[in-house]
């Protein structure tokens, strides 16, 4: 099975809610969320790299909330939660790269021309809040989701550091969301 299919897979079982079908057409259909990087230079920066990057997401809070830790703070979410908030968290990042090319000299000195990605954003309506945007356009997120998603890249985003914290103390899936995040970005996809 590839990671599409994987995709699908959990996708398919998991999430149940009103316009989930709608959405997954939009994003086998017209979206290029299963062929695009997950990143320009770092995690995932290859083709399919955010498919990939977003099963590693779910399967990192899928384990989170199944620890003993999760257990004892009472984290618990319904599968439907889950599997959305992980598999769509960075959803914006669909329809952002084209790949170009650029020179770089190889192991002899030799100038060659070499394929790379380009971020280009066609809506830069910054990062949690254009992945909530759109799923919104689909799905009906409950508030804890949408907060989730918005504040997923924790504090290394960019957002006002008190934000997050706030974030964080209020709806506990955004925490542990970013948690899983981390996870699979600094320790799964390194390199």
Partial sequence: ??????????????????????????????????????SARYHGAHEGGLCEHSINVYE???KFLDSPQAKELKFSYSAD????????H?????????????NVKDEKGVWRSVPYYEFSDPMPYGHGEKSVYILSGFIRLTREEA???????????????????AAFQMYPLAFALSHAD????????KG
């Fill in 1 to 38: 099975m590839n990671v599409k299919e994987k995709f699908i897979e959990i996708y398919r079982n998991n999430i149940t809610r009103d316009g989930a079908e709608k959405l997954l057409e939009y994003l086998t259909g017209s979206s290029d969320f299963f062929t695009c990087p997950a």
């Fill in 60 to 62: 990192c809070l899928v």
């Fill in 81 to 88: 939660t889950v599997a959305t908030v992980s598999l769509l």
């Fill in 90 to 102: 960075d959803l914006c990042k669909a329809g952002c790269y084209k790949v170009s090319t650029r």
């Fill in 147 to 165: 907060f989730a998603i918005r504040y997923h890249m924790g504090f290394s985003g960019i957002e006002e550091k008190r934000d997050i914290g």
């Fill in 182 to 189: 981390m996870i699979a970005t600094y320790y799964l996809e």
